[in-house]
C-alpha cells in the first residue's frame, strides 16, 4: 500500500520526484486525470513519450495517457471539481424536494437515484452516456415542473436572503446603540471626574445630584434619559410634521395672475427662453383658455 501512494508522487517512467536532487531541471509532475490512472509524469518523460505517438499507455496501470488528460493539479482536485460541477448540473434538472414525495422511503430512493447518475458520469461508468440521455429525456419531459422548482427555490433564495439582509441591519443597528451608549457612558464618566476635581479643588461646591445617581446606578440613568429627550424629539417632530419656512411678510395668496408676472416666472424658471415672444404669447392663451 505504501508502494503504491509512493508510485502516486513520482514519475511513472523514470521514477524522479519534484524534490530529488537529480532533478536538475526542477521540472513539476502532471497527473494523468484518467479515470483509474492518477499517476504522475515528469514534463521530459512526457515530451519524450508524445513526441513518439500521440499516446502512450502508463507502464504502472496501462491506462492511455493523452496531453489533454494531463494536468498539473492532483488526482484529487480534478475529481473534486468534475463532481461539482456534474452534481450543479444534475441537480438543476432533478430538483424535486421531500414534500414532492408521499412517503419518506421514496423521497430517499430518488436522492439513491440522483447519486447513482452522478457516480457513474464522474467516474466514467460504461453507463455514462445513457446516463447523460435520462438526464436529456428527463428535462424534456418535465420541463414544466423543472421551472416552476426553480422559480419556488429562487423565491426561497430571496426570502432566505432578505431574511439574512434584516439580521445584518438588527445586527448594526445594536451595535450602533451600544457604541451609542458606550460613548454615553464615556462622557459621563468624564463629566464626573471634572466635577470631582473642581470639588477638590474648591471651584464648586458639590457634585451635581444626576451625575451622583448615575455613577451609583452604573451610569445607567443618563443613558436611560438620553434615549428618552431622543424618542421625545423624534415623537413631537413626527406628529408636528416638517415646516417650510415662510418668506419674509408670509405667505401671499391673493396675488392677481397678469401678463407681466407670468411672463416674469416664466423668465425665472419656466423654461421658456426669454427671447422667445412666441412661445410666451402661446403660453400666455393656453393659461388664459384653462
Same mark, same amino acid.
Given at each position: 500500500?505504501?508502494?503504491?501512494?509512493?508510485?502516486?508522487?513520482?514519475?511513472?517512467?523514470?521514477?524522479?520526484?519534484?524534490?530529488?536532487?537529480?532533478?536538475?531541471?526542477?521540472?513539476?509532475?502532471?497527473?494523468?486525470?484518467a479515470?483509474?490512472?492518477?499517476?504522475?509524469?515528469?514534463?521530459?518523460?512526457?515530451?519524450?513519450?508524445? /513526441?513518439?505517438?500521440?499516446?502512450?499507455?502508463?507502464?504502472?496501470?496501462?491506462?492511455?495517457?493523452?496531453?489533454?488528460?494531463?494536468?498539473?493539479?492532483?488526482?484529487?482536485?480534478?475529481?473534486?471539481?468534475?463532481?461539482?460541477?456534474?452534481r450543479?448540473?444534475?441537480?438543476?434538472?432533478?430538483?424535486?424536494?421531500?414534500?414532492?414525495?408521499?412517503?419518506?422511503?421514496?423521497?430517499?430512493?430518488?436522492?439513491?437515484?440522483?447519486?447513482?447518475?452522478?457516480?457513474?458520469?464522474?467516474?466514467?461508468?460504461p453507463?455514462?452516456?445513457?446516463?447523460?440521455?435520462?438526464?436529456?429525456?428527463?428535462?424534456?419531459?418535465?420541463?414544466?415542473?423543472?421551472?416552476?422548482?426553480?422559480?419556488?427555490?429562487?423565491?426561497?433564495?430571496?426570502?432566505?436572503?432578505?431574511?439574512?439582509?434584516?439580521?445584518?441591519?438588527?445586527?448594526?443597528?445594536?451595535?450602533?446603540?451600544?457604541?451609542?451608549?458606550?460613548?454615553?457612558?464615556?462622557?459621563?464618566?468624564?463629566?464626573?471626574? &471634572?466635577?470631582?476635581?473642581?470639588?477638590?479643588?474648591? +471651584?464648586?461646591?458639590?457634585?451635581?445630584?444626576?451625575?451622583?445617581?448615575?455613577?451609583? %446606578? #452604573?451610569?445607567?440613568? +443618563?443613558?436611560?434619559?438620553?434615549?428618552?429627550?431622543?424618542?421625545? &424629539?423624534?415623537?413631537?417632530?413626527?406628529?408636528? #410634521?416638517?415646516?417650510?419656512?415662510?418668506?419674509?411678510?408670509?405667505?401671499?395668496?391673493?396675488?392677481?395672475?397678469?401678463?407681466?408676472?407670468?411672463?416674469?416666472?416664466?423668465?425665472?424658471?419656466?423654461?421658456?427662453?426669454?427671447?422667445?415672444?412666441? /412661445?410666451?404669447?402661446?403660453?400666455?392663451?393656453?393659461?388664459?383658455? %384653462?
Open positions: 500500500m505504501d508502494g503504491d501512494d509512493d508510485d502516486l508522487f513520482r514519475c511513472a517512467v523514470c521514477g524522479i520526484s519534484e524534490g530529488d536532487s537529480s532533478n536538475f531541471t526542477q521540472s513539476n509532475l502532471q497527473t494523468n486525470a479515470v483509474g490512472c492518477g499517476h504522475q509524469f515528469c514534463i521530459p518523460c512526457v515530451e519524450r513519450e508524445l /513526441s513518439r505517438r500521440k499516446i502512450f499507455n502508463c507502464p504502472i496501470c496501462d491506462t492511455p495517457v493523452k496531453r489533454v488528460t494531463l494536468s498539473t493539479r492532483s488526482l484529487d482536485d480534478i475529481q473534486c471539481e468534475k463532481d461539482t460541477s456534474w450543479r448540473r444534475v441537480m438543476k434538472v432533478y430538483n424535486k424536494v421531500q414534500s414532492d414525495f408521499s412517503t419518506l422511503v421514496e423521497y430517499n430512493n430518488y436522492l439513491e437515484e440522483v447519486e447513482d447518475i452522478i457516480w457513474a458520469i464522474v467516474n466514467e461508468e453507463n455514462a452516456e445513457e446516463m447523460k440521455d435520462k438526464i436529456k429525456k428527463y428535462e424534456l419531459q418535465h420541463k414544466a415542473e423543472i421551472a416552476t422548482r426553480q422559480s419556488q427555490r429562487a423565491d426561497e433564495d430571496r426570502s432566505i436572503a432578505d431574511r439574512i439582509a434584516a439580521e445584518q441591519r438588527e445586527t448594526e443597528r445594536c451595535k450602533r446603540e451600544f457604541l451609542e451608549e458606550e460613548k454615553i457612558i464615556a462622557a459621563a464618566k468624564r463629566r464626573f471626574k &471634572q466635577e470631582s476635581l473642581q470639588v477638590s479643588l474648591g +471651584e464648586r461646591e458639590e457634585v451635581s445630584k444626576e451625575l451622583l445617581d448615575a455613577q451609583r %446606578t #452604573g451610569y445607567r440613568n +443618563e443613558i436611560l434619559k438620553v434615549q428618552r429627550n431622543k424618542k421625545a &424629539q423624534s415623537e413631537k417632530y413626527n406628529q408636528q #410634521g416638517s415646516k417650510v419656512r415662510p418668506p419674509p411678510g408670509g405667505f401671499k395668496n391673493d396675488i392677481k395672475m397678469d401678463r407681466a408676472l407670468y411672463l416674469k416666472r416664466q423668465v425665472a424658471g419656466g423654461g421658456i427662453p426669454s427671447g422667445s415672444l412666441l /412661445s410666451h404669447e402661446k403660453n400666455w392663451d393656453l393659461a388664459v383658455s %384653462t
